[in-house]
């Protein structure tokens, strides 16, 4: 065989993960825990907020997912995983110790060092909390380099809110603002509100030098970047993840192009005036 294609390293080969543990965060969707089984590979794994990977159950094939935990707190990888189809529900049949695959880290993430200096204010609407949760951790574990941070977040209704308990936890941070809303149902639990995400706007100020990232539910976005520019937040400091169908995730199948980007490289973070630009975007 020819050593120098030998040491090829394959862009497609998954590295093996294990599951540590798995928790039910809704009816429909579950936190998992992975650990990268080779401890070079664990010790070299490095992300970005907003970053997603391609995770793979034997047999039935690979998707995007976001990592949902915080580079600040590395070992441990964690996926909030909605139970929609195929794959996703082979993976909800999984138990703690069963083996998944894992490539990435893929895609561009949220601009940490943009925000710096700055009010940064995360709006996510259902499992869309997944990729701001490892932005919110980041944030925190930073907490001196970013100024005011205020998380607005909607959820359907009471069943639906991911991570309750870790919510009700940050909300006690003195420098850390926490909103949520249902769509419908009992309040009296927790200070949730009832309304839509975009509701909470009129709750919030919105200081001059603000960052948005948002993540919400495709329908929403239009709604959201409106509220943000009726508060002066700048196109350019409008932070979006979308979501395309992907494949590769490493710009080669050309699955995920829209205009010319690809959501898997250019994104699937993108600022509000570029996502105009593209079509269908938002
Ligand atoms: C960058 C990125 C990050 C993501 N992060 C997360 C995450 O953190 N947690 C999470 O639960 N999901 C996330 N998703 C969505 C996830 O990839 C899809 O739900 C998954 O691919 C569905 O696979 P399946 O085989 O279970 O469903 P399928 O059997 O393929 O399809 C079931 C249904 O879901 C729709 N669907 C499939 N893929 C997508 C997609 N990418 N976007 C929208 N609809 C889709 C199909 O059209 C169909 O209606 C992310 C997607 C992207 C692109
Ligand atoms: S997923 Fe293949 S080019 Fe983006």
Known sequence: MNQSLAKVQNPYQPSR???????????DTRLFQVMLIDPKEREQFTYRPGQFCQISVMGTGEIPISISSSPTRPGLLEFCIRKVGRSTSSLHRLVPTD??????????GFPVEYMQGKDVLIIAGGVGLAPVRSLLYYILDNRDQFNQVTLLYGARSLQDVLFPAELQTLEQHRDLNILVTLDRGDTSVWPYRVGLVTELFSEIEVAKNTVAAVCVPPVAYKFVTKELLAKK??????????????????????????????????????????????PDMI
Not at 17 to 27: E, F
Not at 253 to 261: I, Q, R
């Open 17 to 27: 993960a294990k599951i540590v543990d798995i928790r039910d965060l809704t009816p």
């Open 99 to 108: 083996e998944i695959g894992i490539r990435g880290p893929y895609g561009n």
């Open 233 to 278: 937040v700048a196109g350019e400091d409008i932070f979006m993840s979308l979501e395309r169908k992907m494949h590769c995730g490493i710009g080669k199948c050309g699955c995920c192009a829209v205009g010319s980007k690809y959501c898997c490289q250019d994104g699937p973070v993108f600022s509000y005036w570029d996502a105009l630009n593209l």
